[in-house]
Each structure stands twice: as C-alpha cells, then as structure tokens.
C-alpha cells in the first residue's frame, strides 16, 4: 500500500477555483490507477475522477465533466484535481485513493482501491 496525503480544500463562493494535492510516500505511484472520490453530508463516498497509470487517460463522473481535471505528476509522485466553476453540491470532503493490486490500468470503483487519503474539506458557499 502507499500513503496519501491530501490539501489544498478551503471555503470558497460558488464560481471559484481550487486545487487539490495529493502527495503518496511508501511507494512510487507511476504505475498505480489513482483517482479521487468525494463523500458529503449524510452521503455515501462517490466517484469523481481515475486517472490511469499507462497512458494518462482520464474518466470523470457526469457531475464534474468539463469542470474538473485530473492529473498526475509521476515524477513529484503527487496526484492532483484541478476544480473549476466550483458549486455548492461540490461541498464534499475529497480523498485521493490508489490501487496496488488491480491488473488494470485504470479503476473507478471504491472497491478497486486499497489505499486512501484521510482527505481535504472542500467547501462552496451560494
């Protein structure tokens, strides 16, 4: 497993931006699926954003498609999510999550991962 650490959250207005960070120890992350995953209030954790490890390509859930956008930097070994045009419904904590023992490229399910952030508080206001 590798261990991750998120920042970057914060209380912003609805329209902002903000950047979140992810920094793994343990292990190198290059060739480990990532994604991020985001849990409200009285909500069960849900799905936002893959990332996969062999080509870069990207998945996001429909509720931050063209707002929000992963990436990775193999090198910093640090996962990050750039979110945009942020709205309330965004208000979540976000966790950053990796997968050590999927033979895929790629995950999207939470069962998929085996190592978690303790996460960021993202807050938007109306």
């Known amino acids: 497993q590798v261990h991750l650490v998120e920042s970057g959250g914060g209380l912003v207005h609805t329209g902002d931006s903000l950047r979140l960070s992810c920094v793994a120890s343990g292990r190198t992350i290059e060739r480990l699926p990532m994604g991020w995953f985001r849990q409200a209030p009285g909500k069960e954790r849900e799905f936002v954003a893959a990332?996969?490890?062999?080509?870069?390509?990207?998945h996001y859930a429909n509720s931050v498609k063209d707002r929000f956008t992963i990436s990775r930097d193999n090198a910093k070994n640090t996962l990050y999510l750039q979110m945009n045009s942020l709205k309330p419904d965004d208000t979540a904590v976000y966790s950053c999550?990796?997968?050590?023992?999927?033979?895929?490229?790629?995950?999207?399910?939470?069962?998929?991962?085996?190592?978690w952030g303790q996460g960021t508080q993202v807050a938007v206001s109306s």
């Open positions: 990332i996969s490890w062999l080509s870069g390509s990207t």
């Open positions: 999550a990796a997968s050590s023992d999927s033979p895929n490229y790629i995950c999207y399910n939470k069962g998929d991962f085996n190592s």
